[in-house]
Nanobody, 126 residues
Framework: QVQLVESGGGLVQAGGSLRLSCAAS????????MAWFRQAPGKGREVGTT????????YYADSVKGRFTVSRDNAKNTVYLQMNSLTPEDTAVYYC???????????????????WGQGTQVTVSS
């Protein structure tokens, strides 16, 4: 079992950057695939990016591709999301999620993830 705690959210102007962190407790973090989802007001939760257990495989939704970068440090039990060139459309609650998986094919459906953080608010002003 793993517990996830996100941090790093906040208010930023359009064009700015933020770095989110997701710290995991529990053993065997390196055996979990990780993902960042986001949920804007009045909308469903959507995947932004995923990263395999080793960090060797990543996926980015078209909406964040080229602006966001996901990474992980298995020694620190932490996954990161570097967000650049933020726009008001990026305003959402950002959640990290974990799924036990040693596959290089990482799930993109939120229903496949077993563990979730509490979320961190990101607000981008115009």
């Amino acid at each position: 079992q793993v517990q996830l705690v996100e941090s790093g959210g906040g208010l930023v102007q359009a064009g700015g950057s933020l770095r989110l962190s997701c710290a995991a407790s529990g053993r065997a973090f390196s055996t979990y695939a990780m993902a960042w989802f986001r949920q804007a007001p009045g909308k469903g939760r959507e995947v932004g990016t995923t990263i395999s257990w080793s960090g060797g495989t990543t996926y980015y939704a078209d909406s964040v591709k080229g602006r966001f970068t996901v990474s992980r440090d298995n020694a620190k039990n932490t996954v990161y999301l570097q967000m650049n060139s933020l726009t008001p459309e990026d305003t959402a609650v950002y959640y990290c999620a974990a799924k036990r998986s040693l596959s290089t094919v990482v799930a993109r459906n939120l229903y496949e993830y077993d563990y979730w953080g509490q979320g961190t608010q990101v607000t981008v002003s115009s």
